[in-house]
């Protein structure tokens, strides 16, 4: 019998090949009238491949049995309302773990020593008036990690490669980790040069960076945020990045993108980046051949490889 699943975003191409070899593949957003398209055709539909899945397309979706989810995060999927109706979610952890790490030690490097404003002082031509200016360094830096999970594992390495002391904030201390771990945020955030923010996104972390724990990072203090945008009170962070409250910021996540503030785009002690952390082409293959096999696992009546619900 023919599965029929839905996409309703671009997934790599790779991973929409496969899918189309393997199912009989829908995409949504290539529909004129997607709800038109949902209301004749929904009732066929048994699983979803991508993200954003909300209550409102699961309504129309009364036979869905599983959704294989593109990333780690899955708070873009509403596991309240797939979990009542006894939908499987899955994601794709671990295989983007080293990209995402390897774009946040970038984005640090970048920050500290101004590697955007350099090439741009070179291409503008001011080098011949004058040398750029001096910059700082990680080395000997405190780094505090928010989510020390399977990529926060992955950024502390890598931030202890470069001659960093880590240390670390969650729900739970992992005693298993050589690291310190702080138990309230806002003190991790005083003790510490650098924040690193790689939480899951979600009501309960929700502005979890505040203005108090902006405050306590300093005007030395160095902010990147490569989880969400939600986790960070964006408003607050542009103030203190305006008057000198906090030091500098590397995003490769906004609170609404891809619109970015302007006040951010003003800015000279900011690094933007958009959301590219797991945008390697190895990465995205990779998290595509685990959406197919999970999907495969599913209707096999095999176990899931990366089971969220």
Known sequence: MTIEI???????????????????LHQLHAQPDARAWLAAH?????AHAGAGVQASLLERLPNLEIIAGFGVGVDSIDIVAARARDIRVTNTPDVLDDAVAELTLGLMIALARRI??????????????GNFGLCSELTGKTVGILGLGRIGKEIAARAQAMKMRVVYHGRHRQPSVPYIYYDVLEDMARDSEWLVVIA?????????VSRRVLEALGPKG????????????????IELLQNGGLGGAALDVFEHEPQV????????NVVLS????????????????????????????????TAVV
């Open 6 to 24: 839905l996409q309703t975003g671009p997934l790599p191409e790779s991973c929409e090949r496969a899918l189309a070899q393997r199912f009989t």
């Open 116 to 129: 955007p404003q350099a090439d741009r002082h070179v291409r503008a031509g001011l080098w011949q008036r």
């Open 274 to 305: 958009p959301h590219q952390g797991s945008a390697t082409r190895q990465t995205r293959e990779a998290m595509g051949a685990l959406l197919v096999a999970n999907l495969e696992r599913h209707f096999a009546g095999e176990p899931l490889l």
């Open 200 to 208: 899951p996104g979600g009501k309960g972390t929700e502005r979890i």
């Open 222 to 237: 160095m902010l990147v945020n490569v989880a969400r945008g939600s986790l960070v009170d964006e408003p607050a962070m």
């Open 42 to 46: 929904g009732p066929r539909i048994r």
């Open 261 to 268: 503030p302007a006040a951010l785009l003003a800015l000279d």
